[in-house]
């Protein structure tokens, strides 16, 4: 037997917002209607908390959450709002020294998430001179507004935990730290009838990490500054949107090609719609510099002419909609035309479908507006966790959407379970992703009016189809010279032993054209070194079925005799 001594410091140090011995506690003061709170606080902290490697963090301080129904700071030359408002003065609060201060509600961690009960419908920031409301982490948060008032300066610096944060339905929620990104999730039912964040001209916002979002009207008009190197920045309205043509959109926070860019590198830019995030013309969004681009929504909706080609770009650019259930494609304007141009080294369709959602086909997001989609990852696209994506023009012109993906390779990551469709052709270029993929299991479906493969498309002891839906007799499957689709069994070694699993099964299906997997191709769903070969189905019922010669793989071991070889089935 092997006995390990740890401590609850050690074997908890690395769990995301987890508060160890030799933290501080937390204090929450709640007004349901209003609230008087001018305390002394005594909260000591360790100065330093040690892993079980050896590893040190300093102790973090009290955290402190202060609610009323309607919230002001405020200092000594700035009234109160009127008799109804509870105040805070903000040079008490800095002198609390809080290492997390939540202003409008109350928190509550489960598991990794910490839950933001909201409590104030309004909450006002007005203060005076160069002085700012100051601390690691500042949260605010109401049902209905938050305001930052013009003169008001927020600034975070020194270091403050990485957590994810939820919040219940719709409101305003704003986050400033010095520390790393926070997650933000909104739960229930999201109407985007509420909700308003005013940050007015003449404010200063600093901060290593910013958080701005609101389900209904998101107003920036003051001076925001993330961190200049590894800043994160992460915006939420009721829609977005980027204009190439100097167009107004009347509905959503609307920015324009240089914008964004004025936040320089950073480390991560999310943009969260609670519809759709709408590109205008030949609009730009992101660029090589930013590391991380996440487009959070119910789609993209493009509104350019035949002559425009929007673009969006970053090292990494993922697209996700973490409101299924109440997130909907209503863009602000008509669908047009043109081309939409995506350039990374990583793509990532992330999940934007509850798993019901999933099996029955619903949409989780869309691309559409657009005459043709082209999709340019250098080193990969991966498709992760339950989603259903389309391209096409529904809505619009009706004409079929042809998509283009050039990239070193497709994978489905493991426990993946996606479903990608377009109403044009698809066209899958590249495969020159040759590294080992360490996701087992995941499920890939790619749908499309006929599929062009010479790339690379794996999914290890998984799933993969590939289905032709367009009535005419040549619209069905080819793969080229060069295409590769694998769905072969894996080997994981777990310290002194191995599992292995099976290969996964691979469809290549046609409604009315054929299926053609041409010389130089391979379709390989082998066992491996130690599990079991899975199927291969080739299947046009209308059209024909050829293969040339070994282009289909299905072997298994033949060290052991045990293990099941491949079948093949064709139709």
Known sequence: AKYEITTASGFFYDEAGAQLPGDAGRLSVVGRASLSFDPAIIALKQAEITAGDGRKRAGQGVEIDLAALKLAVIDANTPAPDASWTTLDRDKLNALDASSLLLGGVRSREGDTTNVDVVSESLRVDTTGSTALQGPELLFAAKQDVTVAGGSTLAASGASPQRDYAVLGDGAFMRVAGGKQAGLARTGTVTRGSGDLRVEAGTSVTGQSLIFDATHNNQLDGQLSPGASGGALAIGADRINIVGDGSTPVDGLTLDNGALAAFGSLDQLRLTSYSTLDLYAAASLGSAKVKELVLAAAGVAGHGTAGDTATIAGKTVRFENPNPATASFTPGAALGGGGLNVAAETIVIGGNATDAMRDAGQVGFALRGFDSVTLNASQEMRFEGSGVT????????????????????????????????????????????????????????????????????????????????????????????????????????????????????????????????????????????????????????????????????????????????????VD
């Open 390 to 569: 389309v391209v096409d023009n529904a809505g619009g012109s009706g004409a079929a959407t042809a998509l283009n993906v050039d990239t070193g390779r497709i994978v489905a990551v493991s426990q993946s379970k996606q479903l990608i469709s377009s109403s044009g052709t698809t066209t899958i270029t590249g495969g020159t992703g040759t590294a080992p993929v360490n996701d087992i299991g995941g499920t890939l479906e790619m749908r499309a009016k006929s599929l062009d493969v010479a790339g690379r498309i794996e999914a290890p002891s998984g799933h993969l189809t590939l289905s032709a839906t367009g009535t005419d007799a040549g619209d069905g499957v080819i793969l080229r010279d060069g295409a590769r689709l694998l769905a072969d069994g894996v080997t994981v070694a777990f310290a002194d032993t191995k599992a292995y699993g099976p290969g996964g099964d691979v469809a290549l299906k046609s409604a009315h054209g054929n299926v053609d997997v041409q010389s130089g191709a391979i379709v390989s769903v082998s066992g491996g070194e130690g599990g079991d070969a899975g199927q291969l189905a080739l299947m046009a019922q209308e059209g024909a079925v050829h293969a040339a010669a070994n282009t289909l793989r299905g072997d298994a071991s033949a060290a052991k005799p045990d293990l099941r070889q491949g079948e093949l089935v």
